[in-house]
């Protein structure tokens, strides 16, 4: 198993057409996705390497069945995307736009409140389920199938631990990232209830970083709720007050937002924390015995 | 993006909040002629983008012109908290009966407008939180109904405010909301908000900050972008579209990835040595953005190595590892360069990288070693 994507994801593009659509969509489809439509509105009628495009997503989930949208739409019309993905009926959403404004990101999250489907992201890398489906804009290479979930705030950070684990041949599950904005449709606890029920999972790793209080609110999760191990890592313990750190959501604004709370609150709830991502694999080896 | 006081009241004024009235002052002279305009007693007030300028001294009531070019000249070019003061408010002063808080925030946790009340003005909210927790009100918003009539109700009755003063905080709380959305505000703080002597509801002081994000669709606002105040090398950095954050150590960095680049530093830090910088170059491998990346953070004087750390994803390290001497070609840096390249085609870069490199670039495989190589550096290079 997986969580969230996987054998039987039916894929939407939302914005096809773009650069970055159209050049993830063919990486999607190396890697085996089964992509069954793109949007661009205007474009009906169009394919790209053989998947056909829609003006609407109603008509595309009409004649092709998505069930899974993923969103490369410019930041000023996302939230418009996402709204109209949810509307269309489909369950699981990935934005990998970044830059949505924040009072658009609040109004989504209000919306998405009275529908059965589950926004990752925005900005964000995607989710990954290695030989199953790649919903992302994830290098595919770097991972291998396993029993080791990650869910993280960032791109690059991810693909450094997810590659340390694999050079060790410890697979991953599935890779989920949640994204680096203040607002996002996902948070850490969901995707962890996630793992904790997914059989196949059994360990989850989790890469957080300084802004907001979703590491807190997990470690607490994680210490009530959860069998599965836990690994997590967290950066910018060198991040001045105030300044936004690269992710719009990493910013240290007193109290829970630095690095130093959360790791305290991670080590509270007695989960094995990493200094450095290097050490993130050895903690998983650990945790599975294959130390 | 933050506004200066008097940037934050202007804009609030189109929302029906009623200031004082004001003047921005760049010389003491104008100051002076400001209080003559103004008349009676006037409040000098620092314009500076950071909290704090009261205790430091950034504001100053005066009762003359004289008295009011007396206090701009000490406070014009003050340091506060790393700001210098280039500009003072001159503001019209008021008769207060009592002073509360008002601020409308982004609840990250709720996903909700989050509205904070306190009955005790003029302090800052996180010391109330300690001291006084119970004056305090918090209320979220849903951002699809907007702020409703009851919610206002409640914070009125919960400062125990009663007729005309009740009316004026509930007007200003509604017109509050109505800007923090219309401006696409991630902050409006007003603190002090004052009831007057006469039953008038006062913005006295306003900080206001706008969703970076937003600034596409308030154009208006982008303009008030004061690039004077802004760092150079974090300047020159938002024009090209990098994302850099200035430090005061001596190891410059850059790196792909926000995430990456943050544990990059951190790594540098466990290693002993003191970041100079944050800096994520994005994906891909253009020279031409490596180039312009390394020329800014070399051209902080401060820098005496460089860490270049990458994780080849997409785009692969062979890839990575030309981009990469073009650029440091191309930018003539002569410090330094510590490059940790890993991922996919980690080898093949690190081979290009090998056979054509010149002399003050070093390569590691692993970002502790990396790191440790590039504090060393720094030190030798520091004396």
């Not at chain 1, 996302?78 to 959403?93: P, Q, V, W, Y």
């Not at chain 1, 589950?118 to 770097?142: A, F, H, Q, R, Y």
């Not at chain 2, 100051?31 to 009261?54: F, H, M, N, S």
């Not at chain 2, 800052?124 to 009100?137: D, K, M, R, Y």
Request: aromatic share 4%.
């Amino acid at each position: 198993m997986a969580i969230l994507v996987d054998e039987g994801t039916r894929l939407l593009v939302q914005g096809i057409t773009g650069r970055e659509g159209a050049f993830h969509t063919g990486r999607m489809l190396q890697s085996g996705t089964n992509v069954v439509a793109g949007v661009t509105p205007g474009k009906e009628g169009q394919d790209y390497e053989g998947v056909p495009i829609f003006n609407t997503v109603d008509d595309a989930v009409e004649e092709t069945g998505a069930n899974a949208s993923v969103i490369f739409v410019p930041p000023p019309f996302a939230a418009d995307a996402i709204f109209e993905s949810l509307d269309g009926g489909l369950s699981t959403l990935c934005c990998i736009t970044e830059g949505i404004p924040v009072h658009d990101m609040m109004r989504v999250a209000g919306y998405i409140k009275g529908k059965n489907a589950t926004l990752i992201g925005p900005n964000c890398p995607g989710v990954l389920s290695p030989e199953k489906s790649n919903v992302s804009i994830m290098p595919g290479d770097i991972f291998m199938p396993g029993n080791v979930g990650v869910v993280s705030r960032s791109g690059t950070l991810t693909y450094q631990i997810v590659n340390e684990l694999t050079q060790r041949e410890i697979g991953q599950s599935t890779a989920v990232g949640i994204g680096g904005d203040p607002i996002i449709g996902t948070d850490f606890i969901e995707i962890l209830g996630l793992f904790e029920a997914d059989p196949e999972t059994g360990c989850a790793v989790m890469i957080g970083e300084i802004g907001g209080n979703a590491e807190q609110l997990a470690a607490e999760y994680v210490q009530s709720e959860m069998s599965t191990p836990v690994v997590a890592y967290i950066a910018g313990f060198t991040a001045p007050e105030g300044k936004t750190m690269g992710h719009a959501g990493a910013i240290v604004s007193g109290g829970e937002s630095t690095a130093e709370a959360k790791s305290e609150a991670l080590r509270e709830a007695g989960i094995r924390a990493a200094t450095n991502p290097s050490e993130v694999a050895e903690l998983v080896a650990e945790a599975l015995g294959q130390a | 993006m933050d506004l200066y006081e008097y940037q934050g009241k202007e804009l609030l004024r189109n929302y029906g909040l009623e200031t004082l009235p004001g003047i921005v002052a760049g010389t003491p002279e104008e100051a002076a002629r400001a209080a003559e305009t103004l008349g009676g007693t006037v409040a000098i007030k620092a314009q500076v983008l950071t909290g704090g300028r009261g205790k430091a001294g950034g504001i100053k009531v005066v009762s003359s012109p004289r008295e009011a070019e007396e206090a701009a000249e000490q406070i014009l070019g003050m340091d506060i908290r790393g700001h210098t003061v280039r500009r003072v408010y001159v503001e019209g002063g008021a008769e207060i009966d009592r002073e509360f808080y008002l601020s409308i925030t982004v609840d990250r946790t709720a996903k909700r407008p989050l509205i904070l009340f306190s009955t005790e003005g003029g302090v800052e909210i996180e010391e109330v939180a300690e001291t006084n927790p119970g004056a305090i009100v918090r209320l979220r918003v849903d951002p699809l109904l907007g702020l409703l009539p009851y919610q206002v109700r409640e914070i009125t009755f919960a400062a125990g405010l009663e007729g005309e003063a009740a009316k004026g905080v509930g007007r200003t709380l509604t017109n509050l909301y109505k800007a923090f959305e219309d401006l696409d505000a991630s902050l409006v703080e007003i603190n002090p908000l004052v009831v007057t002597d006469d039953g008038r509801v006062l913005t006295l002081d306003a900080k206001v900050t706008v969703d970076n994000t937003s600034l596409y669709r308030h154009k208006d606002i982008a303009d008030l972008h004061d690039v004077e105040a802004a760092d150079v090398q974090e300047q020159r950095a938002q024009e090209v579209g990098l994302q850099y954050v200035k430090l005061d150590g001596d190891v410059g960095i850059l790196g792909n990835g926000a995430g990456l680049v943050m544990s990059t530093l951190d790594v540098v830090a466990q290693a002993g040595g003191e970041p100079a910088n944050f800096c994520d170059v994005g994906g891909g491998a253009d020279a031409e953005k490596i180039s312009t990346a390394l020329d800014i953070v070399t051209s902080n004087e401060q820098v005496e190595s460089v860490l270049f750390n990458i994780f080849g994803g997409i785009t692969r390290g062979d890839e990575v590892a030309r981009g990469l001497l073009s650029a440091i070609e191309r930018a003539g840096i002569t410090l330094p360069i510590v490059v940790r390249l890993d991922g996919t085609n980690a080898e093949e870069g690190l081979k290009i990288l090998a056979e054509n490199t010149p002399e003050n670039v070093h390569t590691e495989v692993t970002m502790l070693e990396a790191a440790r190589r590039a504090v060393e550096l720094a030190r030798d290079g520091g004396g």
